[in-house]
T-cell receptor, first 114, second 115 residues
Framework: SQELEQSPQSLIVQEGKNLTINCTSSKTLYGLYWYKQKYGEGLIFLMMLQKGGEEKSHEKITAKLDEKKQQSSLHITASQPSHAGIYLC??????????????FGQGTTLQVKP | GAVVSQHPSRVICKSGTSVKIECRSLDFQATTMFWYRQFPKQSLMLMATSNEGSKATYEQGVEKDKFLINHASLTLSTLTVTSAHPEDSSFYIC???????????FGDGTRLSIL
């Protein structure tokens, strides 16, 4: 079965520092979605990647999908307390792309110290 | 755009009660809606996929008679937890998507506590 492994599991950074979160799939990715969740709340969609080598940015967050389409990274530049939360990567389940079903990584908890 | 409303946000009720949770896509038509369950400090666990006008598809291990799903329109899906017991206490989240490769958009979740 397909698995998404996120690293690190948790991260504490000083405000203003850069950070990277990784998401590695056991199978080829047919799309990769990044979400942010605050504890006890829903998920906020951040970005979607589909093509190998694709890179997207929004404000201070950049997401990349590697050429082999098995790993994605989320990079935050000059982190702020508002970036704190749980970051999850999600991907269409292998062989089920038409259903829209996603599997998710276990999440990376980010704390930003002022 | 792409706002999903989930209601109620919190429910506390006695064992044996049935609880209905609503999920609405406010500004788009959702061909598919999904229901997830999330345990503390864990990732999302897909429970079922709901398509408008057809029966929901449940994931392995999810009791369809326990978790009734109705997708009455392209903007509304409901999850009813029937005869809820303390072990059903959890955080339930719905999502909706337009179709194709469009991303899922999530509601704010419902925290269900069964006493």
């Amino acid at each position: 079965s397909q698995e998404l492994e996120q690293s690190p599991q948790s991260l504490i950074v000083q405000e203003g520092k850069n950070l990277t979160i990784n998401c590695t799939s056991s199978k080829t990715l047919y799309g990769l979605y990044w979400y942010k969740q605050k504890y006890g709340e829903g998920l906020i969609f951040l970005m979607m990647l589909q093509k190998g080598g694709e890179e997207k940015s929004h404000e201070k967050i950049t997401a990349k999908l590697d050429e082999k389409k098995q790993q994605s990274s989320l990079h935050i530049t000059a982190s702020q307390p508002s970036h704190a939360g749980i970051y999850l990567c999600g991907a269409p389940i292998h062989g089920s792309s038409n259903t829209g079903k996603l599997i998710f990584g276990q999440g990376t908890t980010l704390q930003v110290k002022p | 755009g792409a706002v999903v409303s989930q209601h109620p946000s919190r429910v506390i009720c006695k064992s044996g009660t049935s609880v209905k949770i609503e999920c609405r896509s406010l500004d788009f038509q959702a061909t598919t809606m999904f229901w997830y369950r999330q345990f503390p400090k864990q990732s999302l666990m897909l429970m079922a996929t709901s398509n408008e006008g057809s029966k929901a598809t449940y994931e392995q291990g999810v009791e369809k008679d326990k978790f009734l799903i109705n997708h009455a329109s392209l903007t509304l899906s409901t999850l009813t937890v029937t005869s809820a017991h303390p072990e059903d206490s959890s955080f339930y989240i719905c999502s909706a998507r337009r179709g194709g490769t469009q991303p899922q958009h999530f509601g704010d979740g419902t925290r269900l506590s069964i006493l």
